[in-house]
Every structure is written in C-alpha cells, then in structure tokens.
T-cell receptor, first 113, second 112 residues
C-alpha cells in the first residue's frame, strides 16, 4: 500500500516562530488532508488539499502531487497550536486493498510561551 | 451543525463483554469508516462502508463487526473484546472514499 512519511517527528518552538511540516507519499493520490490532533484527542480538519495551495489565517498548505509531497506552514505560532499534526492521503489506485485514508505517524509540535 | 457524533466518549469494560460504539453523521454522506489509533502505529482503518448495506474490511478488521442499516449510522461492534483492543477509536464520514473526511470526537476504550 501507499506509504506516508512526515517530518520532523518532533518540533519544539518558541511562541511567535514559524514552522514548516512536510509530508511525503509514495504513490499517486487523489485525496490529501492535514489534521491537528488537540490535547483532548480530537482530530480537527485543517486542509483538504490533493493539489495546489490553500491558506486559512496563519496556516497554509501546498501539495505538489507530481512530486509526491505536501507542506504545512504555520506562521506566528501560538501555544494553542501545540499538538500532533497528521497528514493523510487517499491513494489514486487502491490496488484492491482497503479504501480510505492512510495516515502518517504525525509531527508532534510543542509551542513554548 | 454538520458533525459526526460518537458515543460513548470513554468506556472501560471487561474482557469478553460485548459492546457497541455508535456513530452518527448528519451530512448525508455515503461513505463511513472506523479507525483505531495506537501509539507508534498511528491511525489504521478497521472497516468502511460505501453505502447502506455495503461494508468492507479495512487494514485491521479482526475482532470487529459493523453494520450499515441506515445511511446516517455506522456502529462498531466488539462481540468479545480483548485487552489488545484497548485503543482510541474514530468514526469518519465523507461523500466518497477519496473526498474530504470528517471525524468524530473519538472513543477511548479500555478493556481490562
């Protein structure tokens, strides 16, 4: 099946700093989403971005499907940005396997005041 | 408000005692699925359903059952829970298998 790798696995920053999280995937996709898992365990939708660039406030994301990667940018970090960020992809060709999203292992982000 | 609702949020049970985790969505989505999240293993799909009465196995289906009798509901059934099913469970829904998915709040299950 498709492989999803996220980097870095851990990131500690001071409040106000900017960060870039990366998601690499091993095959063609027709779905890519970024999620934020908050300290209560809830998965919050950030972006649905199988290709192109989107922005939402201090967050933006870019997916270059032909090169099989996506980037999540967080600017002017706040302590509430802390948590785990997941990239999840849907393979264009499931090859007879399970349908749905394949998740990366996540980036654990800690924003210190 | 568009949402996916799971119940219960927290559950502690004993080995072998049948349980059901409910999932309901109000977005008229055809596609629903269940995932479990475990430390070091990430989120993995258990079962999915492409529409009413259509279900199929995901990556880790052993020990679980599902049913899809109505479009809005997709319960997860553990007929004989074991400690290795202790996990954080998520239900998700979308218009299709590869469209934007929305997740429920999660159910923390502990089997002792």
């Amino acid at each position: 099946g498709i492989q999803v790798e996220q980097s870095p696995p851990d990131l500690i920053l001071q409040e106000g700093a900017n960060s870039t999280l990366r998601c690499n995937f091993s095959d063609s996709v027709n779905n890519l989403q970024w999620f934020h898992q908050n300290p209560w365990g809830q998965l919050i939708n950030l972006f649905y971005i199988p290709s192109g660039t989107k922005q939402n406030g201090r967050l933006s994301a870019t997916t270059v499907a032909t090169e099989r990667y996506s980037l999540l940018y967080i600017s002017s970090s706040q302590t509430t940005d802390s948590g785990v960020y997941f990239c999840a992809v849907g393979a264009l060709y499931s090859g007879g396997g399970a349908d749905g999203l394949t998740f990366g292992k996540g980036t654990h982000l800690i924003i210190q005041p | 408000e568009a949402q996916v609702t799971q119940n219960p949020r927290y559950l502690i049970t004993v080995t072998g005692k049948k349980l059901t985790v409910t999932c309901s969505q109000n977005m008229n989505h055809e596609y629903m699925s269940w995932y479990r999240q475990d430390p070091g293993l990430g989120l993995r799909q258990i079962y999915y359903s492409m529409n009413v009465e259509v279900t199929d196995k995901g990556d880790v289906p052993e020990g679980y059952k599902v049913s899809r009798k109505e479009k809005r509901n997709f319960p997860l059934i553990l007929e004989s829970p074991s400690p290795n099913q202790t996990s954080l469970y998520f239900c998700a829904s979308s218009f299709g298998g590869n469209t934007e998915a929305f997740f429920g709040q999660g159910t923390r299950l502990t089997v002792v």
